[in-house]
T-cell receptor, first 114, second 109 residues
Framework: NAGVTQTPKFQVLKTGQSMTLQCAQDMNHEYMSWYRQDPGMGLRLIHYSVGAGITDQGEVPNGYNVSRSTTEDFPLRLLSAAPSQTSVYFC?????????????FGPGTRLTVT | AQRVTQPEKLLSVFKGAPVELKCNYSYSGSPELFWYVQYSRQRLQLLLRHISRESIKGFTADLNKGETSFHLKKPFAQEEDSAMYYCALNPGNTGKLIFGQGTTLQVKP
């Protein structure tokens, strides 16, 4: 199993550009999430999904869109990039949303917006 | 409000010294807490979870509901323990984790 994969690993965007960060998992997990990691802020939840066709907002959803058409994929779209979106983005998945389930993380995408 | 606080950004100790990484939480219900670790150039991974009451790589963490804390402890630090450590709370059956700010543990030789 590849686990959770993310592409690209690095990306530089100009302000106003749009792009999609890809996330896929091959563990048949129902729950998938996107987090951003910023120094001194820890990881903050952007959007999450409890199954195909179902998504919801996390703590910092503004400027990002998600969709979940399949169990395996959970792309994150930046609509109009801003310097404040410079961050490291992590995708995670878990078998269930129950309180004891472990989340498995991808390797991250480092995004710089100039 | 649901919140996780890790008061130390950096904790630096010598090899063989005891380690305690602090974590305090704010949650009105019965908490489910985790410690995740990120070693250099590796992805974030689960270290241990409250419900398992296990010891992983010599680390333990005890939930203290009175002090609303879930501190991570190890009696003798090793150089390979150097990493970023995150305390996290899962407040419900949604898979949404609330993370603390993270603590960088530096173990010096």
């Amino acid at each position: 199993n590849a686990g959770v994969t993310q592409t690209p690993k690095f990306q530089v965007l100009k302000t106003g550009q749009s792009m999609t960060l890809q996330c896929a998992q091959d563990m048949n997990h129902e729950y998938m999430s996107w987090y951003r990691q910023d120094p001194g802020m820890g990881l903050r939840l952007i959007h999450y999904s409890v199954g195909a066709g179902i998504t919801d907002q996390g703590e910092v959803p503004n400027g990002y869109n998600v969709s979940r058409s399949t169990t395996e994929d959970f792309p994150l779209r930046l609509l109009s990039a801003a310097p404040s979106q410079t961050s490291v983005y992590f995708c995670a998945s878990s078998y269930g949303g129950g309180r004891t389930y472990e989340q498995y993380f991808g390797p991250g995408t480092r995004l710089t917006v100039t | 409000a649901q919140r996780v606080t890790q008061p130390e950004k950096l904790l630096s100790v010598f090899k063989g010294a005891p380690v305690e990484l602090k974590c305090n939480y704010s949650y009105s219900g019965s908490p489910e807490l985790f410690w995740y670790v990120q070693y250099s150039r590796q992805r974030l991974q689960l270290l241990l979870r409250h419900i398992s009451r296990e010891s992983i790589k010599g680390f333990t963490a005890d939930l203290n509901k009175g002090e609303t804390s879930f501190h991570l402890k190890k009696p003798f630090a090793q150089e390979e323990d150097s990493a970023m450590y995150y305390c996290a709370l899962n407040p419900g059956n949604t898979g949404k984790l609330i993370f603390g700010q993270g603590t960088t543990l530096q173990v010096k030789p």
